[in-house]
């Protein structure tokens, strides 16, 4: 469900803002060296301004985990749901609810909660399932592929390409959605996914690990 509201997040900006990439940051990372070389300081610029909100969302999400959500699993998601609901607001309040295309600042706090919603798994102070890095995500089913060729069972890569197909499904989902709605309305249809994700999340693992 994280994956495919990742998925959602990222097609949110790529069909209603200027081409920023929200859960992409090893694009950003060459769009911040690239630009220069391209003349095209902006680019470079808004790049270097996501790669920072997307560390600041994992840290902050981070501390929280550490001092505040220790027993609460579904704590990032809740830091997404506000992000996104913030970035709604200043979007609407920007003027352009009936826009196309939603401004850098909204699109900064997304990055931020995406940032957020990547620590949703942790396991022993790492995060276990990143869930946005697709890329890694399919290093890992390669691997899992070759091991059950040698050998191995259909499970060292089936859950990896359970988390590729469900990320693929919430860019599909946000793609079908960007074509009935404008920019804001697709952030606040995302804003609404997160919260009901939120709610399934507490009730899924907050309740079972306060039964066990």
Request: glycine fraction near 10%; aromatic fraction near 10%; hydrophobic fraction near 50%.
């Amino acid at each position: 469900m994280l994956a495919v509201l990742a998925g959602v997040l990222g097609a949110t900006a790529f069909t209603h803002s200027a081409g920023y990439f929200v859960t992409f940051m090893t694009g950003n990372a060459q769009r911040a060296v690239l630009g220069y070389f391209r003349s095209d300081v902006v680019l470079s610029i808004t790049a270097g301004l996501l790669l920072l909100c997307f560390v600041a969302g994992v840290v902050t999400a981070s501390v929280c985990r550490r001092h505040f959500w220790v027993d609460h699993p579904h704590g990032p998601t809740v830091l997404t749901t506000f992000s996104l609901v913030a970035a709604t607001a200043l979007d609407i309040v920007l003027g352009r609810w009936e826009a196309t295309e939603v401004d850098f600042a909204p699109i900064t706090l997304v990055v931020f909660g995406i940032g957020a919603l990547n620590t949703s798994f942790v396991k022993d102070g790492e995060v276990s399932i990143p869930i946005s890095y697709v890329t890694g995500t399919l290093v890992k089913m390669g691997q899992g592929i070759e091991r059950h060729i040698s050998g191995g069972k259909a499970a060292d890569w089936l859950g990896y390409f359970l988390l590729f197909s469900s990320f693929v499904l919430g860019a599909t989902a946000g793609g079908l959605i960007s074509t009935l709605v404008s920019g804001s309305q697709m952030l606040a249809v995302a804003s609404l996914v997160c919260a009901v994700t939120t709610g399934y999340t507490y009730f899924h693992s907050d309740r079972r690990a306060l039964l066990k």
